[in-house]
């Protein structure tokens, strides 16, 4: 029993001394200012990173203002191209951050790229979507569909291009929702801010009412409440009486507004319509005929 208690004792001595004889013989200078100088390379190469996007940046930003001082043009489309580039360049810059990180740090960045062909199926039919998202985009932007700050219609979304991207374009909704919309699934494209939009107000006026009274009060209206809004492009004309079907008679009016002012304008008018005509003691109609159903 004592035999076995010392061999077992002289066995852990023995595996206590390789151990031992292990941690000793690691040169732990050596890893430390392995370590140290790796780590004093990734901050430099991190605060080089920062100071060439910064520069990176302000080059385009600079750049990008003269050239829009010098053309003619529009500022939607100068946000979207400079937002473009602007983005494309972060995209270089990260990319290289990202290789110099990776080849610093020993990873073997050229053979795992040279090496990507035997993903390159699985990679394939993943990407195709991606590849889909970009082909559209480049049209997008090729054929002018979209600006920045365009008020747009694309599928059930509406709102205003807040950013176009190669990949997604960005829409916000007017309760604030910001959409990202996948390029690939436009299909269609209803841009509302490409020209002047047409408002047309009807107000209502009873049969018995005489027309020439309500168009001379509306003109009076047009007089005096047109010159306030820059934004009114044509008119206001007023068309006349129109029948909006079963016995609902109208006074038509219609303007030429810039894009984004015609529901403000056509509010506002209608109220100063109706406003003038109570006060001449002119009755409207409170409910319309029904309309049967088509």
Same mark, same amino acid.
């Given at each position: 029993m004592q035999v076995a208690a010392a061999m077992a004792t002289k066995s852990i001595k023995q595996q206590t001394n390789i151990v031992k004889r292990? @941690?000793? !013989?690691?040169? @732990? *200078?050596?890893?430390?200012?392995? #370590?140290? !100088?790796?780590v004093f390379e990734l901050v430099l190469i991190s605060i080089l990173f920062v100071i060439i996007n910064k520069i990176v940046m302000v080059v385009i930003e600079? =750049?990008?203002?003269?050239?829009?001082?010098? =053309?003619?043009?529009? /500022?939607g489309r100068a946000k979207t191209i400079y937002s473009l580039i602007r983005n494309s360049a972060r995209y270089i810059l990260y990319f290289f951050y990202l290789y110099g990180i990776l080849?610093?740090? !020993?990873v073997p960045v050229g053979t795992l790229i040279a090496s990507a062909g035997i993903f390159s199926v699985a990679l394939g039919l993943g990407a195709q979507s991606l590849v889909r998202d970009i082909l559209s985009g480049f049209f997008i932007l090729l054929e002018q569909q979209l600006d920045v700050g365009d008020h747009v219609k694309i599928g059930t979304v509406e709102g205003t291009v807040v950013a176009l991207g190669l990949k997604t374009t960005q829409i916000k909704s007017f309760d604030g929702t910001l959409n990202y919309i996948p390029n690939s699934?436009?299909?269609?494209? =209803?841009? $509302? =801010?490409?020209?002047?939009?047409?408002?047309?107000? *009807?107000?209502r006026i009873a049969a018995q009412t005489d027309s020439d009274?309500?168009? /001379?009060?509306?003109?009076?209206?047009?007089?005096? $409440?047109?010159? &306030?809004?820059? /934004?009114?492009?044509? !008119?206001?004309?007023?068309?006349g009486v129109v029948d909006l079907g079963n016995g609902n008679l109208a006074i038509r009016v #219609?303007?030429?507004? /810039? &894009?984004?002012?015609?529901?403000? #304008?056509?509010?506002?008018?209608l109220a100063a319509y109706i406003q003038k005509l109570t006060a001449a003691g002119?009755?409207?109609?409170? &409910?319309?005929?029904?309309?049967p159903n088509a």
């Open positions: 292990f @941690w000793m !013989g690691i040169d @732990w *200078d050596q890893i430390l200012a392995k #370590i140290a !100088g790796t600079r =750049s990008f203002k003269t050239y829009q001082s010098t =053309s003619m043009i529009s /500022e080849s610093l740090l !020993g699934t436009i299909t269609m494209v =209803s841009n $509302l =801010s490409r020209s002047n939009m047409r408002v047309q107000i *009807d107000v009274t309500v168009t /001379e009060l509306l003109n009076q209206v047009d007089q005096e $409440l047109a010159p &306030n809004y820059p /934004e009114i492009k044509t !008119g206001p004309d007023i068309f #219609i303007l030429y507004t /810039e &894009n984004g002012a015609q529901g403000r #304008i056509q509010s506002d008018f002119i009755d409207m109609p409170a &409910n319309a005929y029904p309309t």
